[in-house]
């Protein structure tokens, strides 16, 4: 069985974000970046299940800039066995995202594709179940246990009540939440043999997909600051500010 | 303009989202409808139709649409959409699964969990975890919208809709629901509780956490939180996480014990009224956005607090 992982290259999760002077954008410029959390995670699970013989081959796909080429290798490290980067410098909103992620399903025809649940750049938590909806396929979102067989996958799922457990036919979409798994630390050794793997290129136009983007930024803002707070000194004096200051209690 | 919000619930209960998105609906101005697509949910078509504002209930009825799967009731959504200038939904789980597959069908770019509404087509959302906002204008001819809940107050009853029977459609024949294990508590809701208490990976186990945060919940009358690293060790269960990629809350009161302050978990609770942090170390992060900061090991704060509390 084949599966595609999609990969996002985004600014490290331990950069904190501010807006440009201009408000215009937010500032990058010389932020550290790496792989999607979310889609290191997606791509642990499929070289899992990989491992566990119920997959035989991972194709590892980002779309975006030159640079995703690094977050392939990354994939690749990790034991995705090809790459797909669709190439572009457009600004790309989710649902370009899903058409083109459409499009490579199509050519390549896996039986299940894996994304993170959200990218912690946009924050939007949209690709995997427009890409679904697009590929007519069943979706599994915020998983936190995968059970693949030949015919169908279960899902247990991250809700806000608790968990739920879904069968979809396959073809399907999964998105992955925190609980899935860890991922593993790639080698220096897989790093190296990850120069070798195929890694192919694409552009929009090669898969037939305008990525115009619907949305106009009006621009971006710092949220208001909260005033600094104090430090008491014990609990008695916590739970009088509590009630006469604060007046929660 | 009409707006159509689709309403969360279980199919005997109307979820509180699904309130606080009515009054997104009534900030953006116009008509407003909402959809109930479930099985057997008369009750909650009928507290629908007592929500300030709201002039037509939908009910579309089917096993299909009994539990949810977004892979049944898209299609519905994406069928009725056509009457409509704005989709709404609670930026819930429910909501995020669902919204974006009835986005995609109608080839339109969701705005993902607004946090204000600057017009009918412009809009405010947090991005970066709540580092920066983004305002955004849509060009799209139906704008689909998830809500965060905690940026818009619930709407009140007042109001007496008309309720409509609407066709359920089929079952798409893709998805299955097998069961679900939720969380059962008598203690509030957690993302619409007055006093939430959070633990964070300084409680050290299960039992711990239990054996500290619980009873504080319990004397405040709190629902409880966690940060990732507490749920990740499995000191509580995976609803409880507070954050960029859990729940975001805004209580009046939130007490985060023994939890850092890393930028995702701020992202789900610096919005709460007042904030209270118990922390060992007086250089945690969390203290930056504390309004009372407490330096003390939590294993003998919370026991003092806990009776300092009274009865
Ligand atoms: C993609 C991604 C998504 C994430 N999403 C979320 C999210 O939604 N929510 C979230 O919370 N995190 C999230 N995180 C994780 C986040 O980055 C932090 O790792 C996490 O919040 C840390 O949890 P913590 O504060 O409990 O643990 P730690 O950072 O380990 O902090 C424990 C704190 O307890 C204090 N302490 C220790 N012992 C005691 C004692 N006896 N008494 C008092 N204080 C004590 C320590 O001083 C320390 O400050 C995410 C991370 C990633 C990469
Ligand atoms: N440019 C991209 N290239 C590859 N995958 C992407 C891209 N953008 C989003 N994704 C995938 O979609 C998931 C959800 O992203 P989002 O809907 O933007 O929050 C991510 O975790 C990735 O798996």
Same mark, same amino acid.
């Given at each position: ?23 215009? #954008?937010? !500032? ?10 979310? #889609?290191?995670?997606?791509? !642990? ?41 669709? !190439?572009?410098? /457009? ?51 915020? /998983? ?15 809700? #806000? ?20 798994? !860890? ?37 971006? /803002? ?28 | ?15 509180? @989202? ?9 900030? %953006?101005?116009? *008509? ?13 078509? +009928? ?10 209930? &939908? ?6 649409? +009994? ?8 299609? $519905? ?33 969701? %705005? ?19 580092? =920066?906002?983004?305002?955004? &204008? ?16 619930? =709407? ?32 509030? +809701? ?6 939430? =208490? ?21 004397? $405040? ?12 060790? @499995? ?11 859990? &729940? ?19 992202? @789900?609770? &610096? ?21 009372? @900061?407490?330096?003390? *090991? ?5 026991? +003092? ?7």
């Amino acid at each position: 069985m084949k599966v595609i992982v999609a990969v996002k290259r985004v600014v490290d999760f331990n950069v904190k974000v501010r807006p440009k002077t201009d408000g215009s #954008d937010v !500032e990058l410029a010389n932020a550290k970046m790496s792989m999607n959390p979310f #889609d290191e995670i997606a791509v !642990e699970e499929a070289v899992r299940l990989k491992e566990a013989g119920k997959v035989t081959e991972i194709v590892a796909v980002s779309m975006g800039v030159k640079a995703c080429e690094e977050t392939l290798r990354t994939a690749l490290a990790m034991g995705a066995d090809r790459a797909v980067h669709v !190439e572009t410098d /457009a600004v790309l909103e989710p649902l370009a995202v899903a058409k083109l992620l459409k499009a490579v399903a199509e050519k390549e025809q896996p039986q299940l594709l894996i994304l993170g649940k959200q990218a912690i750049d946009d924050d939007a938590n949209q690709v995997g179940q427009m890409t679904a909806a697009l590929l007519g396929w069943a979706q599994g979102t915020f /998983a936190s246990k995968v059970g693949l067989s030949s015919e169908n996958v279960q899902v247990m799922r991250e809700v #806000d009540g608790g968990l739920e457990t879904v069968t979809l036919n396959l073809p399907a979409v999964v998105t992955t939440d925190l609980r899935l798994n !860890e991922p593993r630390f790639v080698k220096l050794p897989n790093i190296m043999a990850a120069k070798k793997k195929p890694l192919d290129k694409l552009t929009t136009a090669d898969l037939g997909v305008d990525v115009t983007p619907r949305l106009t930024l009006v621009n971006v /803002a710092e949220p208001a600051k909260r005033q600094a707070g104090v430090k008491v000194a014990n609990v008695a004096e916590l739970v009088a500010k509590l009630k006469s200051e604060a007046k929660v209690l | 303009m009409t707006i159509l919000v689709i309403a969360e619930h279980d199919n005997k209960e109307l979820k509180s @989202g699904t309130l606080h998105t009515v009054t997104a609906a009534q900030k %953006i101005g116009g *008509d407003i409808h909402v959809l109930v697509a479930g099985n057997n949910c008369g009750a909650v078509a +009928e507290a629908a139709a007592k929500l300030a504002g709201v002039s037509v209930v &939908k009910v579309a009825e089917g096993a299909a649409l +009994e539990h949810g799967l977004a892979e049944n009731i898209a299609p $519905l959504v994406v069928k009725l959409a056509a009457g409509y200038s704005h989709v709404l939904a609670p930026a819930t789980t429910y909501g995020k699964n669902l919204l974006p597959r009835v986005a995609a069908l109608l080839d339109v770019m969701q %705005i993902s969990e607004i946090s204000a509404v600057e017009a009918a087509d412009t809009f405010v959302r947090p991005i970066y975890a709540g580092n =920066v906002l983004a305002t955004v &204008k849509s060009n799209d001819p139906i704008k689909v919208i998830t809500v965060r809940t905690t940026a818009f107050d619930a =709407v009140g009853p007042g109001g007496s809709a008309d309720i409509e029977k609407v066709d359920g459609g089929a079952d798409a024949g893709l998805s299955r629901f097998d069961g679900a294990e939720l969380t059962v508590s008598d203690r509030p +809701e957690l993302a619409s509780a007055r006093i939430v =208490v959070s633990g964070g990976r300084a409680l050290g186990s299960a039992e711990q956490f239990q054996a500290v945060i619980e009873p504080l919940a319990d004397k $405040l009358g709190a629902a409880v939180g966690a940060s990732r690293a507490a749920v990740d060790a @499995g000191y509580a269960p995976n609803d409880y996480q507070v954050g960029q990629t859990g &729940k975001v809350v805004a209580p009046q009161l939130y007490v985060a014990v023994g939890i850092s302050g890393a930028i995702q978990h701020l992202a @789900g609770m &610096k919005d709460s009224k007042v904030i209270v942090a118990i922390n060992k170390d007086e250089e945690a992060p969390i203290f930056q956005v504390a309004d009372y @900061g407490l330096v003390g *090991d939590l294993f003998s704060v919370v026991p +003092e607090l806990i009776q300092a509390l009274g009865d």
